[in-house]
Every structure is written in structure tokens, then in C-alpha cells.
């Protein structure tokens, strides 16, 4: 199957600053990449559709000015968690689509504001 | 909008047993994907069983099969056979057909437990 790569596996910063999170297809154009949130012990919730050359389409809820995401190219995606808080502390997962049936999801980040 | 309802938020199962995860989902479509998505304690996303709506032959993957009843909208997995590593949280999944931007909605998750 396709592979998509995400970095870094985990990240620890401090209050107030920002990290950036990236996914990458490796074998494979995405022009459509996900963006996902998940709590301890609960679902995949999405927080925003990353286009390919346009601007990001976010859920309802989800504060795009925190939550910058860019898509530039055919084979990434970043996502940037700016002025950062403890309550942002999640596991981040992203995932790229080469088809309407095919979705594959890179191994998260998990994000630890202290 | 499209919601996925996993109604068992814990399930326990003995290794060589066979185990049935349900699952239903409301949507007025009338071509779409569902999955059935293993998580275990690495969270890596596993995809478990993919099956299209048009198609009325149940999708199996070796130990694992589904039992897929469109009209009522019902799409549980079958396990057989559990084994040690088949010990995750379970998610249920809905996409609609069409087009690649179309998001993934997610059910709120099983979590198996297999017992030795």
C-alpha cells in the first residue's frame, strides 16, 4: 500500500511557542491530505481537509488561526500549532487519499505542551 | 450529515474465539465506503476491511469478514479465530463516494480485549 510519512513522532515545547507537524506521501501524489485530532481513549475527530494550491477547509470549531495548515505540493502537508497551549497537548494524525476507497493515515505526532 | 454509531465501547473475546464488533450508520447516499479500522497501543491507523456499498458480497480479509446489510444500515465485523494481536480499539468508519476530498467519519470505537 501507499505510504505516508509524518514527523516528528512526538514533540515536547513550551507555552507559547509553535511546532510545526509534516506529512509527506512517499509513493504517491495527494492532492487531498487530512488532518486529525485525537484524546486519550477517544475517536479520530477531523480537523481540517488540506487541499492541494488552496486554502485548507476546516471544521467547525477548530480555530484556523492556531491551527495553520499548508499544502504546497502534490507530496506534502504541514500543519502548525501556533502559540501553542497546554490544552493543544493531543495525538496528531494525518492521512492522504489516492482514491475514493483509499485512505492511509500516517503514525501521528503527539504533542506535549508543558 | 453522515454519523456512525459504534454501540459496544468495550468488548472481551477468548484467543480462538470468534468475536462480532457492530456497527450502524445513517446517511442518505447511495454509493459510499465503509472500513473497519484497527488502532493498537502503537496508534498506528490499520485498515481491517474495506467495503463498497454497491456491492452486496459481504468484503472478508482472511480471519476477518463483515456483515453488510444495507437497508438497514448496519456494518459489523466478524473476527475468527482471535488472536493475542487482534487486541486494539476497533473503529467503524463511513466515507462518502466521489470525490478525494471527501472526509472519513469515524465511529467512537471498540475496544477489544482478547483473553489467553
Known amino acids: 500500500g501507499a505510504v505516508v510519512s509524518q514527523h516528528p513522532s512526538w514533540v515536547i515545547c513550551k507555552s507559547g511557542t509553535s511546532v510545526k507537524i509534516e506529512c509527506r506521501s512517499l509513493?504517491?501524489?495527494?492532492?487531498?491530505m487530512f488532518w486529525y485530532r485525537q484524546f486519550p481513549k477517544q475517536s479520530l475527530m477531523l480537523m481540517a481537509t488540506s487541499n492541494e494550491g488552496s486554502k485548507a477547509t476546516y471544521e467547525q470549531g477548530v480555530e484556523k488561526d492556531k491551527f495553520l495548515i499548508n499544502h504546497a505540493s502534490l507530496t506534502l502537508s504541514t500543519l502548525t500549532v501556533t502559540s501553542a497551549h497546554p490544552e493543544d497537548s493531543s495525538f496528531y494524525i494525518c492521512?492522504?487519499?489516492?482514491?475514493?476507497?483509499?485512505?492511509?493515515f500516517g503514525s501521528g505526532t503527539q504533542l506535549s505542551v508543558l | 450529515a453522515q454519523t456512525v454509531t459504534q454501540s459496544q465501547p468495550e468488548m472481551s473475546v477468548q484467543e480462538a474465539e470468534t468475536v462480532t464488533l457492530s456497527c450502524t450508520y445513517d446517511?442518505?447516499?447511495?454509493?459510499?465506503?465503509l472500513f473497519w479500522y484497527k488502532q493498537p497501543p502503537s496508534r498506528q491507523m490499520i485498515l481491517v476491511i474495506r467495503q463498497e456499498a454497491y456491492k452486496q458480497q459481504n468484503a472478508t480479509e482472511n480471519r476477518f469478514s463483515v456483515n453488510f446489510q444495507k437497508a438497514a444500515k448496519s456494518f459489523s465485523l466478524k473476527i475468527s479465530d482471535s488472536q493475542l494481536g487482534d487486541a486494539a480499539m476497533y473503529f467503524c468508519?463511513?466515507?462518502?463516494?466521489?470525490?478525494?476530498?471527501?472526509?472519513?467519519?469515524f465511529g467512537k470505537g471498540t475496544l477489544l480485549t482478547v483473553n489467553p
Open positions: 468508519a463511513y466515507r462518502r463516494s466521489g470525490g478525494s476530498n471527501y472526509k472519513l467519519t
Open positions: 509513493d504517491f501524489q495527494a492532492t487531498t
Open positions: 492521512s492522504a487519499s489516492t482514491g475514493p476507497g483509499k485512505l492511509f
Open positions: 446517511t442518505s447516499e447511495s454509493d459510499y465506503y
